[in-house]
């Protein structure tokens, strides 16, 4: 389909559409993009409101109104909740007499998973949204749009469209067809096998640990992870980005999606971490503790992520951003990308040669970090 005639609008909420619809534009692996998701954080007013995230959905529909593709967007008034980070580029360009805020980013807010960022099942609408997006910048004053955490078969998309392309580096664990965790551990070097029991020995003692999905997610379970995320949140960011009903909301409306590992201490809830279940890999996202445990935090996020991931076929757990010490326990360095439209000609020629110069040091630090994996010498 190359001809059919595209009419393209702007949707202030998901949730305003049909969610049948809406899910047909991808293959339902990446639960980030799903109607759910992004309903849930509108109906809870995690964004929207002051949270300088406002809805700017740019949908294309055909002549009798079906929807055929979307960039999920937002209209931002700061650089907040992306895991991208622009404020360099933003003090630059403001110093400089221009106006960085609003942007239009083309993201899943608060959520370092790379996935579809153009979501349709033709490849031949891609270009029309990403013009979209562009005329909208230039139309209205935005100094830029940035898509990020863009899964790998849609970079040339944007590439093909003049954007700039830019890299970071996660930690992702990589399932190489393991039938347990100590088939896992068999291939780590001797010390480092042994430092992960030992770890995951002093996690347990004196705690249990449930793995809960599905009918066995609780209003209690989310009212105890609520005080978990609240105390993280206040020392990473300043004030969290989700609110107490978007735990209730993705519960309602994704428990399936959703494996919420809970640790117990003498009966009470003490620590959790909160994953979401794709159609191939584990998405690690948000933890936290009301106790001081050592090495509790590696339990809860990263072995029993491994454990499910093992126990549900999935080829990987990505762990979110950041977290060299991700490293020692056999999440191994991958690049992310993102890619930017920078509306102003000389503004994006400074832009692209800090990129050039970034790309050379983060591909340097990927080699560097490869080479100390646990790994044996003998493992891929």
Known sequence: MTRRALAMRLVPQV??????AWDALTDGGNPFVSHAFFTALEESGSVGGRSGWTGATIVAEDS???????????LKTHSQGEYVFDHAWADAWQRAGGKYYPKLQIAVPFTPATGPRILT????IAPALLRTAETLCENNGLSSAH?????PAQHDLFRAAGWLMRS???????????ASF??????LSS????????????????VEIRALSGADLREEHWDAFWEFYLDTGSRKWGRPYLNRAAFSLLGESMAERILLVLAYADGEPVAGALNFIGGDALYGRYWGARIDKPFLHFELCYYQAIDAAIARGLSRVEAGAQGGHKLARGYEPVQTWSAHHIVDPGFRAAVADFLEREKEGVSAEQEWLGQRTPFRKSQP
Request: positive net charge; proline residues 2%; without cysteine.
């Open 15 to 20: 949730g305003a559409l049909d969610a049948a």
């Open 64 to 74: 009798a109104g079906h929807l055929l593709g979307a960039l999920p967007a937002w």
């Open 121 to 124: 099942r033709d490849a031949a």
């Open 147 to 151: 898509a990020t955490f863009i899964e």
């Open 168 to 178: 970071d580096i996660q930690f992702h664990w990589e399932n190489r067809g393991y």
């Open 182 to 187: 100590d088939d896992f551990l068999a291939t």
């Open 191 to 206: 010390s480092k096998r042994k430092n992960l029991r030992k770890e995951r020995a002093a996690a347990r003692q004196g």
